[in-house]
């Protein structure tokens, strides 16, 4: 401890977060959390277990009996496909566009396999043409491997297709869905995603530090023909199986669950069944569209053509003139309200503007359009004050006259 110095308890700022993430966690969330811990192979910590892997079906829309929390960020979920499906030596298409393809690259290198990078710009979705001759130029491909949700652009890949063309090859896929998950239409049966992981914080407004994750058959049977052990011994799916996935019940030890974080997801899990997915995706949507039409109307611009931009997560070029930093920093300190910046080259560039989960609501789009206007206006930005809530109030009222008449038929 620095002498002199005093440590007290730690109290953090109530902030509204509407960054990448983390995002905000309903407080029903919060208080699975403080719960009194049990053991990890205790019995009624077990029925939890199966019932979380249920609610995790549901949330991939998949019926994949291989689908659990990995405990770990959203990196060791990544780091958990690629390890075990990727032998020395393999083949693996990597589609990138940018920061999380680019992680993907080094984990394939890591793994000892050869990385074939299929290039999009920064803010572009994955070109299925290009992962076609990639595909056909490399027949021996074992993997192909791209982000569905890029959180570093706000661009939305055609999943789907991408993952039918590697299936039309005989590639397996693996899909980053951590910003996806919930927050987006995702369908990993009716798509045929083979290995797929996601994040707690992102649209499932948990707390961070979990990676739901789930395998096809197909992928499965990959990992047990494995020549080699992969190189992880945390990791290694046949060994976190005997715990999670125990025939019979007769679980071993592995590694001590994340047994409070474990509560947090199966609360979040179970608001998100009880609001239905396809709610959730409707409501990430229709958040997104009064968001936009309230940032357009103050004037800024998004980096992403419109059919390929990600409701939950919202980029928008910095007006000239006006110094980024400055104007999150004052929303940071005078509204209590986080923005993410922009990464690697578009650093400086833009703005993101996270609608995830328990923070993608009415409330927070008006009061980060408020917010925005009145520090924008500070800025020099040539906006008029309430524009933007104006904007987002006529996209409600359309929406919900929408609804409205749709019920009368
Ligand atoms: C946040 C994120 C990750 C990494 O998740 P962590 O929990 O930060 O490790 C990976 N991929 C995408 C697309 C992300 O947005």
């Known amino acids: 401890m620095t002498p002199g110095k005093k440590v007290s308890s730690f109290h953090p700022p109530h902030r509204i977060l509407m960054g990448p993430g983390p995002s905000d966690i309903h407080p029903r969330v919060l208080s699975a ?19 979380l892997k249920d609610l995790l079906r549901y949330t991939f829309q998949t019926k994949n009996a291989l689908t659990f929390p990995v405990s770990g960020p959203g990196s060791v979920g990544m780091e958990t496909c690629f390890v075990n499906l990727v032998e020395p030596g393999d083949k693996v298409i990597v589609c990138r566009n940018g920061v999380f ?10 793994c000892g396999g050869i990385p074939v990078v299929v290039e999009d710009a920064w803010g572009e979705p994955v070109d299925p043409n290009k992962l076609e001759d990639a595909l056909r130029s490399n027949p021996d491909a074992k993997v192909v491997a791209f982000v569905h949700a890029e959180t570093s652009t706000g661009v939305q890949s055609d999943a789907r297709k991408l993952v039918g063309l590697a299936r039309q090859r005989g590639a397996l896929t693996i899909v980053d869905a951590v910003t996806s998950l919930g927050g987006t239409p995702m369908r ?40 080699k052990k992969g190189q992880s011994w945390f990791m290694d799916l046949n060994l976190v199986l005997e715990y999670w996935n125990a025939p019979g019940g007769k679980r071993a030890y592995h590694h001590t669950a994340p047994v409070n974080a474990l509560y947090a997801l199966h609360e979040s899990l179970v608001l ?9 995706w409707a409501r990430h949507r229709r958040h997104h569209l009064a968001l936009k039409a309230g940032l357009e109307a103050m004037g800024l611009k998004f980096l992403v053509r419109e059919d390929a931009r990600l409701p ?19 929303l940071l300190e005078e509204f209590n309200l986080e923005i993410g910046a922009g990464l690697g080259p578009l650093a400086g560039k833009i703005w993101r503007f996270g609608l995830m989960g328990y923070s ?34 006529d996209v409600y009222a359309t929406l919900h006259a929408e609804v409205a008449a749709a019920h009368k038929k």
């Open 101 to 110: 393809g680019g992680r993907m690259v080094e984990n394939v290198e890591r």
């Open 312 to 330: 939950q997560l919202n980029a928008a070029l910095v007006p000239a003139g006006i110094d980024e930093a400055v104007v999150r920093r004052q």
């Open 33 to 51: 959390l403080g719960q009194p811990v049990i053991g990890h192979l205790d019995p009624a910590f077990v029925d939890m277990m199966e019932q």
């Open 360 to 393: 993608c609501k009415i409330e927070n789009v008006m009061m980060c359009l408020s917010a925005l206007g009145s520090v924008l206006a500070d800025a020099g930005h040539t906006c008029t004050l309430g524009q933007g809530e104006a904007a987002a109030h």
């Open 272 to 280: 998100l069944r009880d609001e239905g997915i396809e709610n959730a």
């Open 188 to 227: 990993v049966d009716t798509w045929g995603i083979d290995a797929i992981y996601s994040g707690s914080q992102k649209c499932l407004s948990c707390t961070p530090g979990l990676s739901p994750v789930s395998f096809s058959e197909r992928a499965v049977e990959r990992v047990k023909a494995r020549k």
